[in-house]
């Protein structure tokens, strides 16, 4: 069973996550989308979390709309080359691994206004 410790958490700003140059995934993701934000705000980056059992193997990744078509996204410091259609299809994959999905949201990466919430 998860233990309470994994429930508490909060975004980095992403000068904080530059400037130290580690975080964890959500830390990654909001540096991924200010930076993306500033250098082409067409490319509409939001955060994407898949909240999951076991809580720890959630994830918080930054999905763009990528120039050529579909979406892209940054896991961590890696950027995913496949597209994908759909919020859901990278939910599916980045939720592959676990035992279960839970839920999961898309949010506005500047305001952190919830964009579309799924319960599964």
Not at 9 to 30: E, H, L, N, R
Not at 60 to 78: H, M
Not at 89 to 101: A, G, H, N, Q, Y
Request: hydrophobic share 35%; proline share 5%; with cysteine.
């Amino acid at each position: 069973m998860d233990g309470p410790l994994h429930l508490f958490d909060s975004i980095s700003y992403p000068q904080t996550v530059w400037a130290k140059k580690k975080d964890d995934c959500d830390g990654f993701a909001i540096l991924a989308a200010t930076l993306l934000h500033q250098w082409n705000p067409d490319l509409n980056p939001v955060l994407v979390t898949a909240m999951t059992r076991p809580v720890r193997s959630s994830h918080t990744v930054c999905v763009f709309a990528s120039p050529e078509g579909g979406l892209r996204f940054f896991d961590n410091a890696s950027l995913k080359q496949e597209k994908y259609k759909t919020y859901k299809e990278i939910v599916s994959r980045i939720s592959e691994k676990t035992r279960r999905l839970v839920c999961w949201d898309v949010r506005n990466s500047e305001s952190l206004d919830m964009l579309e919430f799924h319960k599964e």
